[in-house]
C-alpha cells in the first residue's frame, strides 16, 4: 500500500476498543456520495423499487448517500422473464428512473448467473441443441442491454463463475446449466454479445469469496487470476472486475497485504475494479451492540482502505440499505438467533448512521485519486 500501514491478520479486531481514531466519528451532512467523488470515485446501494415507493426514510437515504444505485434483485432473470419472452421491468424502470432523477449512475445486475433464473429455463436449456442454448442465454442480454442503453453504465455480464469446493481442477463452478451447456466458452459469448450489444457500458465479472485470508478465498483467487488469463488472452472484452466484499470477520480472518497484493495483480490486467456487494455478516462478534459496530467499523476500514488505496478501484456500493432491509437478517446462516438485526451495513433499523458510515467516509476522505474521471 502506498500510503496506510497495513494491519496484521488479528490486529483489525484487537483494535476495535475503543474506536480507533482513523474511524472516529466524522461530522459531516454530506452523504457518503460526495465523500467518494472528491477523489473520483462513487458510493451506492441495492435497493428494492416497492422500498423506493413506500418508504420514505428509505427514499430519502438513498437520494441522499448515493451517485450509482444497483437493483438488488429486479434485474435477474428469475423476475424480469418469468415467461419465455414475456418480460416485467417494471421494478427495475422504477429503480432507473429514481437514479435518473437524483442525477446517479446505475448498474445492471445481472445478465447470466447460474442463480436466479426463472424455472422453465434451465430445462430449455438442457433439451435445447447448441445454437438454442445460445440462444437463451444471448436472449436476455439482447433484451435488457437494449432497453437500458444509455442509462444504465455499466453491467454485471457474467456473475459468480468460480467454486473451487465443486472439483474442477479449474476452479470453475461446475453446477452450472451455462457451464454444464456450453463450458468456459459461455463467458466469452456473454461479453461480446454485451459489447455488440451497448458498446458504452462497462463489462463486469464478478465473485465472492476473493477477500479472506483462508484456503478457501486463496483458491478463489487463483481460480480467477488463471481464468482472467485464458479469457483476456481469447480476447474477451472485460472491462472491469467486481469484488462482492461480503466480509465475515468472526468466521474467516483478513489480511490487508494479501489482499493489496491480490488487488494489484487484478489492475495489472488493466482492469478496473470495484466492491459491488459490501456488508460484514456480524454474527459471532460480541453480544453487545455498540462494541459490535465499533469491530464491525474497524474491519470496514482496514478493507476499505486497501480497496481505495488501488487506483483502479472506481466505486463502492453495499448491499442494501439498512440494517432491517438486509439479507444478513435473514439468512439462516447469518442473522442472530436471538431475532436482533444483524448490523453488516452502515444505517440501523432506523436508517441512522452507525460507525460502519464513519468508516466509510475517513476511507473515501484518505483515498489516493482513482485512475479516470467519474461523470
Not at 445460445?134 to 468460480?162: C, F, H, K, P, Q
Not at 483515498?367 to 474521471?373: F, I, K, Q, R, T
Request: charged residues 25%.
Amino acid at each position: 500500500m502506498k500510503r496506510r500501514e497495513f494491519l496484521g491478520a488479528a490486529a483489525a479486531l484487537a483494535a476495535c476498543s475503543p474506536l480507533p481514531p482513523s474511524v472516529a466519528r466524522v461530522a459531516s451532512r454530506d452523504g457518503l456520495a460526495e465523500h467518494a467523488r472528491r477523489s473520483g470515485r462513487h458510493f451506492g446501494l441495492a435497493v428494492k423499487s416497492r422500498l423506493l415507493r413506500e418508504d420514505r426514510s428509505y427514499r430519502t437515504t438513498a437520494a441522499r448517500e448515493c451517485s450509482i444505485l444497483v437493483q438488488e434483485y429486479e434485474l435477474k432473470r428469475g423476475t424480469t422473464e418469468p415467461k419465455p419472452g414475456k418480460y416485467d421491468f417494471s421494478g427495475a424502470d422504477q429503480i432507473i428512473d429514481f437514479a435518473q432523477a437524483h442525477d446517479m449512475h446505475a448498474r445492471g445486475h445481472t445478465l447470466v448467473w447460474y442463480a436466479a433464473n426463472p424455472k422453465w429455463l434451465e430445462p430449455a436449456v438442457k433439451q435445447a441443441g447448441k445454437t438454442e442454448q445460445r440462444r437463451l442465454m444471448t436472449s436476455y442480454i439482447d433484451v435488457a442491454m437494449r432497453r437500458y442503453a444509455g442509462r444504465i453504465a455499466e453491467w454485471d455480464v457474467v456473475n459468480e463463475t468460480l467454486e473451487p469446493n465443486q472439483g474442477r481442477a479449474d476452479g470453475m463452478r461446475a453446477e452450472n446449466l451455462w457451464m454444464q451447456a456450453m463450458g468456459e466458452h459461455y463467458i466469452d459469448l456473454a461479453f461480446h454479445r454485451a459489447r455488440a450489444t451497448d458498446p458504452a457500458a462497462a463489462l463486469y465479472l464478478g465473485d465472492y469469496g476473493l477477500e479472506h485470508d483462508s484456503p478457501r478465498c486463496e483458491r478463489r483467487r487463483t481460480a480467477m487470476l488463471k481464468l482472467l488469463d485464458r479469457l483476456l488472452g481469447r480476447g474477451v472484452p472485460i472491462d472491469a472486475i467486481g469484488i462482492q466484499g461480503h466480509l465475515k470477520p468472526y468466521k474467516e480472518p483478513f489480511n490487508q497485504r494479501q489482499f493489496a497484493d491480490f488487488l494489484q495483480k487484478l489492475s495489472g490486467y488493466g482492469l478496473k475494479i470495484a466492491v459491488t456487494e459490501f456488508d460484514i455478516a456480524d454474527r459471532g462478534g460480541p453480544p453487545n451492540p455498540e462494541k459490535r459496530d465499533r469491530e464491525v467499523a474497524s474491519i470496514a476500514k482496514a478493507f476499505l482502505d486497501v480497496a481505495l488505496d488501488n487506483p483502479a478501484t472506481q466505486s463502492l456500493l453495499c448491499w442494501g440499505v439498512s440494517d432491517r432491509d438486509s439479507w444478513l437478517s435473514r439468512y439462516p446462516d447469518y442473522k442472530w438467533p436471538d431475532g436482533q438485526l444483524s448490523r453488516g451495513l452502515p444505517f440501523d433499523g432506523d436508517m441512522a448512521r452507525k460507525p460502519f458510515w464513519d468508516a466509510i467516509a475517513a476511507a473515501f476522505d484518505a483515498a489516493p485519486p482513482a485512475n479516470g474521471n467519474i461523470a
